[in-house]
T-cell receptor
Framework: EDQVTQSPEALRLQEGESSSLNCSYTVSGLRGLFWYRQDPGKGPEFLFTLYSAGEEKEKERLKATLTKKESFLHITAPKPEDSATYLCAVQFSPNYGGSQGNLIFGKGTKLSVKP | DGGITQSPKYLFRKEGQNVTLSCEQNLNHDAMYWYRQDPGQGLRLIYYSQIVNDFQKGDIAEGYSVSREKKESFPLTVTSAQKNPTAFYLC????????????FGQGTRLTVV
């Protein structure tokens, strides 16, 4: 059972067409939710950290929000250079087991922005 | 500039050979991680280390080994026991003991030929 699910798997937008990416998680005890951007053949680049429901973070055309069960990455008026795969990762309480609170990643959303 | 350096960027290995991937960081982070990334799958944790001379298995440790002799370095060896080693390998580091973001290197693409 997936603990972190990202949707959609792929998203194609026209330049200037705003949209949102979703990251939902199924396990309680969230300690942190992280968004990364990954370009082809590169390592993930850190974007945002969210810790509690209601929290929001913003950077240029990106805005990340968090509820008790999901996070959204809103992209306003995207440009072609925003094309990338966006990864969501969560950290749970160490008592959850497994890797003691290490990052658990979703499979990502591949965003393509056409001019 | 502070960061994480992985080398080499591309690596080719013959079946039956062990190979070691390098990861060095100058962020003064105590915690370091190795992830594997395959197409259509999320990043999966191989090994992690919270402190020098100590490390733990992640979710897919079979066929891999690590060492942590220095704070700055966390090399990963892909052994011949790893049945499907062709993948993109990512090293990361973070502040230990806190729920903070991890920073990643640029990755090593390993291909078994």
């Amino acid at each position: 059972e997936d603990q972190v699910t990202q949707s959609p798997e792929a998203l194609r937008l026209q330049e200037g067409e705003s949209s949102s990416l979703n990251c939902s998680y199924t396990v309680s005890g969230l300690r942190g939710l992280f968004w990364y951007r990954q370009d082809p053949g590169k390592g993930p680049e850190f974007l945002f950290t969210l810790y509690s429901a209601g929290e929001e973070k913003e950077k240029e055309r990106l805005k990340a929000t968090l509820t008790k069960k999901e996070s959204f990455l809103h992209i306003t008026a995207p440009k072609p250079e925003d094309s990338a795969t966006y990864l969501c990762a969560v950290q749970f309480s160490p008592n959850y087991g497994g890797s003691q609170g290490n990052l658990i990643f979703g499979k990502g959303t591949k965003l393509s922005v056409k001019p | 500039d502070g960061g994480i350096t992985q080398s080499p960027k591309y690596l080719f290995r013959k079946e039956g050979q062990n190979v070691t991937l390098s990861c060095e960081q100058n962020l003064n982070h105590d915690a370091m991680y190795w992830y594997r990334q395959d197409p259509g799958q999320g990043l999966r944790l191989i090994y992690y280390s919270q402190i020098v001379n100590d490390f733990q298995k992640g979710d897919i440790a079979e066929g891999y080994s690590v060492s942590r002799e220095k704070k700055e370095s966390f090399p990963l060896t892909v052994t011949s026991a790893q049945k499907n080693p062709t993948a993109f390998y990512l090293c990361a580091s973070s502040i230990a003991g806190r729920y903070t973001e991890a920073f990643f290197g640029q990755g090593t693409r390993l291909t078994v030929v």
